[in-house]
């Protein structure tokens, strides 16, 4: 697909990768599916850099936007699961 994924030009390099990868387990989830602990790692980082559920919000809509994929729906899924889970829609 091509997108841009939403990123805050004030972010470091670091954190734009952090947030990146966070978007790619995105995908993956709902392509392939995931690994709980993956996505679980990814969705930690992004939590650090993006702190906010404000801002969370604005950048799942921004995102799903332009991707068509609903990072909540996945993230909800994330919090009832367990180690070794599948994360998938």
Known sequence: M?????????WSTEEMIAVTHFYQMIEKGYESGVKQEILSQAYQEFKQIVPSKAEEKTLFKEFEKVSNYRPWDLIKQLKNSEKNDIIKP
Do not use: H, Q, T, V
Not at 2 to 10: A, H, K, Q
């Open 2 to 10: 091509e997108y841009s994924y939403p990123l805050d030009l004030d």
